[in-house]
Antibody, heavy 120, light 111 residues
């Protein structure tokens, strides 16, 4: 059974850097083709893809947020970490960790999500 | 503004069929057979319904079906049930740099 769970601060001050950790189980990020990514959803709004890291450490970032994002993995801990710099109130959203399977290009599993509020 | 265009809302009566459209461009929907659909209940994480345009993951009833024509993908829900009332999002692969783009979401109301 594949599960993913996000952890990190629920409240961030504007201009701060956000660090979110995704801890997963039921699959290995060393398996060819597998990826783990992040998607966010502002309250009442649509989903937005942020970043993805592949089993071979290849990384992909949303073009509009690329300068602010860094995604890394620790396969020994089954964790993926996303950092987002210069947080702004418009970045207030639920952040989801997601699993990309070995073939195709879709999100097979989602974490429960974590709401991050940016406010002073 | 989302990259893919979906109707904001659709509705139907129990037992009827509804179709939700998802319009993109030749750089996303029209360029790849990697359209997926997700169902989201309020306060919950999205759930995969359809992948690779028309494939079902295990456990998803075949009342949900997907198709694509040109730059527009569609999700059809047949035999509407009250439990189908939710938000639905389409997603398309959009190339190695843009990667995934989403639609703005469609709220389905079962009358």
């Amino acid at each position: 059974q594949i599960t993913l769970k996000e952890s990190g601060p629920t409240l961030v001050t504007p201009t701060q850097t956000l660090t979110l950790t995704c801890t997963f189980s039921g699959f290995s990020l060393t398996t060819s083709g597998v990826g783990v990514g992040w998607i966010r959803q502002p309250p009442g709004k649509a989903l937005e893809w942020l970043a993805l890291i592949y089993w071979d450490d290849d990384k992909r970032y949303s073009p509009s947020l690329k300068s602010r994002l860094t995604i890394t993995k620790d396969t020994s801990k089954n964790q993926v970490v996303l950092t987002m710099t210069t947080m702004d109130p418009v970045d207030t959203a639920t952040y989801y960790c997601v699993h990309r399977p070995t073939s195709g290009s879709y999100i097979a599993y989602w974490g429960q999500g974590t709401l991050v509020t940016v406010s002073s | 503004q989302s990259a893919l265009t979906q109707p904001r809302s659709v509705s139907g009566s129990p037992g009827q069929s509804v179709t939700i459209s998802c319009t993109g461009t030749s750089s996303d929907v029209g360029g790849y057979n990697y359209v997926s659909w997700y169902q989201q209940y309020p306060g919950k994480a999205p759930k995969l319904l359809i992948h690779d345009v028309s494939k079902w993951p295990s456990g998803v009833p075949n009342r949900f079906s997907g198709s694509k024509s040109g730059n527009t993908a569609s999700l059809t829900i047949s035999g509407l049930q009250a439990e189908d009332e939710a938000d639905y999002y389409c997603c398309s692969y959009a190339g190695i740099d843009t990667y995934w783009v989403f639609g703005g979401g469609t709220k389905l109301t079962v009358l």
